[in-house]
């Protein structure tokens, strides 16, 4: 295998399955263990390895590439910050959990849920698209949480940074007819002879550019022009607004023609802004400076109701006792060793970011300090306080990888 220089030798690969399912070779697809030759240069991170013998990716990058056909130039789209569940959905989730089936609150607490996991669907589903961007070095951060201005904080679905512009995409998934008002601000949803009103996506993307402008002002970071697009995900909804409002025409688009409105920004924007060191160290600060939000339990619900004890990641029976050294599900007949990690992060959500023994030991509903003690030096947990007064932090992205 040639990897240097501009030569390409045919070859014969069989990709690493990554979060959307395939690569991409020219018109290509390279799904999951099956093999193609093709005439393509292909650019590895250093995380990287391929056998001399059988020409077979054996590592997992450390970030997520798609590989295009191309003879001039290396093309690598990174994905500098991976798309996770939200903690909002984890967060409802866990609450969900625990809480009794007649609690008034679980009706309005399902249906902020089902809110957040179609919000998060519209999401996911423009990765797809993503594969499909012209060739051009781009890196992508999903998800990110930046704090403003005066305490403040603002999201960004998707940011594409690349040498010539730092590109939003804010993505609805609304069904229904979706109006777009500019002289009141507002979007009006129409479903099932239903109007509904929701905050201008318009004016939300502009508030967005001028934060993440200002972002990169206070952090000294190189400046670049900042587009953006409105994407509707649902593919059912219907999209109207008056002909003279020109920036709907411009600014929103469906999933299918990123590429195409990609190209066109290309075009606009030709112009080189950004060295290629400058676009990794944007991305690198923007990942540093991201901060996960997880909203506050309703004041409706009260703790001293929710529901204690480890439950079942299989059928989610709760509680289950501890036996053998794991926790046995007495429903689906199963022995699950570290059950208790996704307890303590329900515990984290719900109540608060460190626990105690005494506290560990009332959620899970065990009896004896030494297990505890064995659990939190499994977990490797870090702690402050003396051995009595010991408080443990219970880091969630840590524990979520376990």
């Known amino acids: ?10 070859m014969k690969i069989r990709p690493y399955r990554h979060p959307l399912g395939s690569y991409e070779i020219g018109r290509h697809v390279l799904e999951p263990g099956r093999h193609v030759t093709a005439p393509i240069r292909i650019v590895f991170d250093k995380t990287w390895t391929v056998t001399s013998d059988t020409k077979t990716i054996k590592e997992k990058p450390r970030y997520t590439s798609n590989i295009r056909k191309d003879k001039t130039k290396e093309v690598v789209h990174l994905i500098k910050k991976e798309r996770h569940v939200p903690w909002k959905i984890r967060k409802w989730e866990a609450l969900l959990r625990r809480l009794p089936s007649a609690h008034p609150e679980r009706t309005k607490l399902e249906e902020q849920l089902a809110m957040s996991r179609a919000g998060y669907r519209g999401e996911t589903s423009m990765d797809y698209h993503l594969n499909f961007l012209p060739s051009h070095d781009c890196y992508v951060l999903h998800d990110l949480r930046l704090q403003g201005e005066r305490d403040t904080y603002f999201q960004i679905d998707t940011l594409l940074i690349t040498p010539h512009f730092l590109l939003i995409l804010e993505i609805k998934n609304i069904a229904g007819t979706l109006y777009f008002d500019p002289s ?27 934060q993440l402008q200002n972002w990169l002002i206070r952090h000294k ?33 469906r999933p299918p023609s990123l590429p195409y409105s990609f190209e066109s920004l290309q075009k606009k924007y030709a112009a080189v802004t950004l060295t290629k060191q400058q ?27 929710l529901r204690t004890g480890v439950y079942c990641p299989d059928c989610h029976h709760l509680p289950l006792p501890r036996q053998r050294g794991g926790w046995y599900c007495g429903v689906c007949h199963s022995l699950h060793p570290q059950a208790h990690t996704a307890s303590l992060i329900d515990y984290a959500l719900i109540h608060k970011t460190t626990i105690t023994n005494r506290e560990c030991r009332t959620f899970l509903q065990l009896d004896s300090p030494s297990v505890v003690a064995k659990l939190f030096h499994q977990l490797d947990l870090p702690y402050t306080g003396s051995y009595k007064n010991r408080r443990y932090t219970l880091p969630l992205e840590i524990l979520a990888r376990m």
């Open 279 to 305: 676009v990794q160290k944007i991305s690198r600060k923007l990942k540093k400076f991201h901060q996960h939000h997880i909203p506050d339990t309703p004041s409706e619900v009260e703790p001293r109701l």
């Open 221 to 253: 970071l190189p400046q670049a022009p900042v587009p953006g697009f409105v994407v509707i995900s649902n593919a059912s909804a219907v999209l109207k607004a008056d002909p003279e409002n020109r920036d709907m025409y411009h600014s929103v688009i």
């Open 1 to 10: 295998m040639y990897c240097g220089g501009f030569g390409m030798y045919l």
């Open 184 to 210: 009141f601000q507002q979007m009006i949803r129409t479903l099932d002879d239903k109007e509904e009103a929701f905050p201008d996506p318009l004016l939300q993307l502009s508030r967005q550019k001028s």
